[in-house]
Every structure is written in structure tokens, then in C-alpha cells.
């Protein structure tokens, strides 16, 4: 029997100076360096996932607290994958085994393979307790001269109206050491406040109250603890907003995203006493905050029979 990688199939993209890899489960981006130099934090390909490393989020990211949720007159009930806190966490595609369709490996469709420097994935999320809709994932991985920009298509496939969102979910890495001693810029003119136990959202409020938050201007992270979701933030001409971690030679690695991503989770990946203790600062650009599914704020409401969003973002070298 040929040997499969706990992670699945493996896709390698080389472009220039940059190098990837892409694992099927959970639509993963296992690894990713620049001149040899890791830009996230990446695992083995014959490792269980750490946690959410890497992996696409949908049909939510972050959490639906307590895992219910009202809907289209319904009460839905979700599993609960956060039980330490209780809630569903990160949506229902992590460990779903996506495929490749005929538009990998370039603008020819030739199938993927060894060299090339585009990989397109897809996978259906089926209707489920919690979660009654099917939706039709496709995810394309491109890497270029730019870095490697990932995009994300979801088409709902059922004849009634879909809640969605997504994010990813990388570990940005600057250099050598860790997130206390990097430098983080994050455009970002307000924070979501949540509670100090669940996380469960409470408010919205500027960053400006908070000086521990406010990273608007380059500064060095230090042992500030991060697990909030950003919003307000400053974009360039097309919409495009960027989270900048490096290091104190101004070395590192940017994330870039657009304007269907409304906010930002920055998580310091604290971790007292165990493995990937703050050795990468997780960057999740989201189409909707925490808990989206009950307060409705900027959730995405998918038309019936195919109706369709799409997300996409960018992570590339700083030198």
C-alpha cells in the first residue's frame, strides 16, 4: 500500500526565490520560505495538524459561542470543538480532504505537478446537524513574484438561504526568536473586547484605549498576550489592508488581504509549558468577527442555488 502523509496529499510550489507546500487536509499551507527562510510556522507533512495551523476556516472562523445559533426561524446546534471554553470553534472544513480540480497546476490545466507554482483545491462541506446547507469550497494557491496569495470561492448549493464566513489561519514568522521579540504594525483603528475566561465578544472599542493593543504604529511585541479580533482598519486605494510582523533589522513578513476580509485576528499563540509556545504570531484575516452566527455583524448571507462570495489573501517576504 503507497504511503500517505497524515496531512494528505502533498502540493509543492516553487516561484523564484519562494517555496510552498500545501497539504489536501483541511486545504493546508504547510510551509511556506523565502530565500530558505520560514515565513510561518510550518509542520511535518506526516504530523497531525497542530491545531489550526495553516488550515482554511468555513463555514465560520474563530467561534460561535455555546455552539447555538438562530437561523432562517431555527434554533441550529453545532458541535462543540472548543470544549475548555465551550464553543464551536473554526468552522467544519479543518480535516475535510480537499481535491485537486482541473484548473491546478496553471493557466494551462494540465494537472498539477512537480515545479509548478499554482495548486486549486475543492471540497463540499455536506448539510450536518448545526449546520443544514451545502456549500461548494474551491481554494487556489498561487505563488509569483509577490508571494503567495491564496483565494477562496464558496457557492451555496442549497435552496435556501447560507450564514457564511471565512479566514485563514497561518503563524507568521519575522526571524529567529520569538513574538516578544519581534516588531508588530497592525493598521487597525479598533478591537473587539472580550471576556478574559470564554472569549465570548462583549464590545467593540478604539485601540486607543488600550495602549497593550494599539500597534498602529511599529513597536515591539514583548510579553503582551494578544487573542482579539481587529476591525477599523487602513487600506491602500483598492482596499487592500497589511499586517507587518518583522524583526528589529526591519527583516520579515507581511500578510496582505482584501476588502471581503472586514477584520483581523492576532493571536500571540500563548501556550505556558507546551510545544509552539508564542514561536509564531497566527495573522486570520476574516470576513466576520467572533461569533458572527449571533450578532450578525458582517456575516455573509449566501443567496440560495448558487449564490457565491470569494475572499482572498497575500503573505510575502519584508526584507
Known sequence: M???????????????????????????LRSLTYRGRDLIVPFDADEVRPAFRGALLAPWPNRVIDGEYDFGGARHRLAITEPERGHALHGLVAWLDFAPTDDSGGPGGHGFGAGDSCIALAAVI????????RISLSTTFTLDAAGLTQTVRAVNESETPAPFGVGAHPYLVAGKGRVDDWMLELPARDVLDVTGDRLVPIGVRAVVDDERLDFRIRRRVGATEIDHA????????????????????????????????????????DRAGAAGHRIGLAVEPMTCPPDAFNTGTDLL???????????????????
Open 301 to 319: 448571507v449566501l443567496p440560495p442555488n448558487g449564490g457565491a462570495a470569494e475572499a482572498s489573501w497575500t503573505i510575502s517576504a519584508v526584507e
Open 126 to 133: 455536506e448539510p450536518q446537524a448545526g449546520y443544514p446547507w
Open 2 to 28: 503507497t504511503h500517505r502523509a497524515r496531512s494528505g496529499a502533498q502540493y509543492a510550489l516553487r516561484a523564484g526565490e519562494y517555496e510552498a507546500v500545501v497539504a489536501s487536509v483541511g486545504a493546508a
Open 230 to 269: 481587529f476591525t477599523g482598519l487602513n487600506r491602500d486605494a483598492v482596499g487592500r489592508a497589511q499586517v507587518r510582523v518583522t524583526d528589529a533589522s526591519g527583516s520579515g513578513v507581511a500578510m496582505t488581504w482584501d476588502d471581503a476580509c472586514r477584520w483581523v485576528q492576532i493571536h500571540t499563540a
